[in-house]
Nanobody, 115 residues
Framework: QVQLVESGGGLVQPGGSLRLSCAAS????????MGWYRQAPGKQRELVAG???????NYADSVKGRFTISRDNAKNTVYLQMNSLKPEDTAVYYC?????????WGKGTLVTVSS
């Protein structure tokens, strides 16, 4: 059984920064992809960024140059550093783990960008 626990969300002003963390526990194999998705009110969940266990990354065009995903394989933890935040980044951010053709999700953490 896999569990994902997110932390680091909150309220931030436009132009500010936040760092999200997601710790995975349980039956986690070394070959996997960890990532962050987000869902804004009235919109579909979308990929924000992903990272393989080997360190390859991909980003949504809307966050390139502002967000950075990283991971600590020894701690089974993925991070999302979010800089230059915009009001349109407001959403619930979900941690995702893809392993052995299965998807696992965290419960989500709310990020609100507002003055």
């Amino acid at each position: 059984q896999v569990q994902l626990v997110e932390s680091g969300g909150g309220l931030v002003q436009p132009g500010g920064s936040l760092r999200l963390s997601c710790a995975a526990s349980g039956s986690i194999f070394s070959i996997n992809i960890m990532g962050w998705y987000r869902q804004a009110p009235g919109k579909q969940r979308e990929l924000v960024a992903g990272i393989t266990n080997g360190g390859m990354t991909n980003y949504a065009d809307s966050v390139k140059g502002r967000f950075t995903i990283s991971r600590d394989n020894a701690k089974n933890t993925v991070y999302l550093q979010m800089n230059s935040l915009k009001p349109e980044d407001t959403a619930v951010y979900y941690c995702n783990l893809k392993v052995l053709a299965k998807d696992y999700w965290g419960k989500g953490t709310l990020v609100t960008v507002s003055s």
